[in-house]
């Protein structure tokens, strides 16, 4: 996965001294490096909480992308999908809104959700 998504943080002022008396200190490079590995140990932390919600609720985790050759499978096959992700889904250009709103029964994506506009307007109805 090439992308990341941007995050604002709002941290008092003594907070935000000590994380830059580390780095001054060269525990780490900058803010973002301390802020990316304070979130890394609270998910390492939680874990199995993670694992156990995300099977629970029938999650799937990781990236995936979805592009028209396959939705279209789909529906020959007379299938429709359901997408309930944790991490990043991806429905490429070349899928119509006619094509997303066929094969996708329903949608929910904890996390990164990249499709044009007018997908995601088709299948606003069915994003939980």
Same mark, same amino acid.
């Given at each position: 996965?090439?992308?990341?998504? %941007?995050?604002?943080?709002? #941290?008092?002022?003594?907070? /935000?001294?000590?994380?830059? /008396? =580390?780095?001054? $200190?060269?525990? &780490?490079?900058?803010?973002?490096?301390?802020?990316?590995?304070? !979130? $890394?140990? $609270?998910?390492?932390?939680?874990?199995?909480? @993670?694992?156990?919600?995300t099977?629970?609720?029938? &999650?799937?985790?990781?990236?995936?992308? &979805?592009?028209?050759?396959a #939705?279209?499978?789909?529906?020959?096959?007379?299938?429709?999908?359901? =997408?309930? #992700? @944790?991490? &990043?889904?991806?429905?490429?250009?070349?899928?119509?809104?006619? /094509?997303a709103?066929?094969? !996708?029964?329903? #949608? %929910?994506?904890l996390?990164?959700?990249?499709?044009?506009?007018?997908? %995601?307007?088709?299948?606003?109805?069915?994003?939980?």
């Amino acid at each position: 996965m090439a992308e990341l998504e %941007k995050l604002t943080v709002n #941290l008092g002022p003594v907070d /935000l001294g000590q994380i830059e /008396l =580390l780095v001054e $200190q060269g525990f &780490y490079a900058n803010r973002a490096e301390f802020i990316r590995a304070a !979130i $890394q140990n $609270q998910l390492a932390k939680h874990s199995d909480a @993670v694992r156990e919600a995300t099977i629970r609720n029938s &999650y799937l985790m990781g990236a995936m992308s &979805y592009g028209k050759k396959a #939705l279209e499978e789909e529906r020959r096959g007379g299938r429709r999908i359901k =997408l309930h #992700l @944790v991490g &990043y889904l991806s429905i490429a250009n070349d899928v119509t809104p006619e /094509l997303a709103k066929a094969t !996708i029964e329903s #949608l %929910k994506v904890l996390g990164i959700f990249r499709a044009s506009p007018e997908v %995601k307007a088709a299948l606003a109805d069915r994003t939980a």
